[in-house]
């Protein structure tokens, strides 16, 4: 006797019609990570662990820039899941990382802003990178510098300055992330970017601006008069 197929496969064959036919538009969030999950774990129903995981990581983004071991402890999940959510993590940054490449950073600000959220809104720990940028502005090097707790980074100028130097960096761009989500800047922010910025003038590299990156938003040190 023929066993018929579980109920969620005829579920699953329309989920991949709508994918097909809409490439996803309409499609709430957990049913993309339903389907995701499912080309990995295909006989299993993969929507109560795509709503679980969403729940645990406050939605599709804080899933995304989950790490691996916060994701080892949802039930469930196991490194062939864990790797299909990081390679679409990676293939959405590297898409965003792209259109920086292509023009000057300061005529292309927003593509900048998309980037950073993706790459730091989410992260649960202070993060603490330096985009370096030639005469012409154009991104060299997008580098982390520090990683810390969930409240704060180490971050030492005359690293910062250093590495400017063996980039051969005509400016730099500071960005860090809150974890707390509120991006409004610190007097710490507020004091490390003064100090860079005196130390890099001593070698003719400007600082360009300090972005503070959250899921509330984002703050521009030099939009606010604070540089």
């Known amino acids: 006797m023929t066993v018929p197929p579980p109920d969620y496969h005829g ?65 469930g999940m196991g490194e062939t899941s864990i790797a299909a959510l990081k390679i679409v993590q990676a293939t959405a940054l590297r898409l965003l990382r792209n259109d920086l490449d292509e023009r000057p950073v300061l005529s292309n600000w927003q593509a900048v802003l998309d980037y950073l959220r993706a790459e730091m809104a989410h992260h649960p720990i202070e993060r603490v990178r330096v985009l370096h940028l030639n005469s012409r502005n154009m991104l060299i090097r997008d580098e982390l510098v520090s990683e810390g707790t969930i409240a704060e980074a180490a971050v030492h100028v005359r690293e910062i300055i250093k590495r400017a130097i063996h980039f051969g960096s005509a400016a730099i761009i500071l960005v860090h992330n809150h974890p707390s989500g509120d991006p409004q800047p610190s007097r710490a922010d507020i004091d490390l970017t003064r100090k860079t910025i005196d130390a890099a003038k001593q070698f003719d590299i400007a600082v360009h601006d300090h972005v503070v990156i959250g899921t509330k938003g984002h703050a521009s040190l030099r939009a606010m008069g604070l540089m």
Not at 46 to 72: D, S, V
């Open 11 to 75: 579920h699953r064959a329309r989920l991949r019609e709508r994918l097909i036919e809409t490439g996803g538009e309409g499609m709430p969030d957990y049913e993309l990570i339903e389907y995701l999950l499912s080309l990995v774990t295909p006989r299993k129903d993969t929507k109560p662990l795509a709503k679980e995981l969403l729940k645990e990581f406050g939605g599709i983004g804080g899933l995304l820039a989950a790490g691996p071991e916060a994701l080892m402890h949802v039930k």
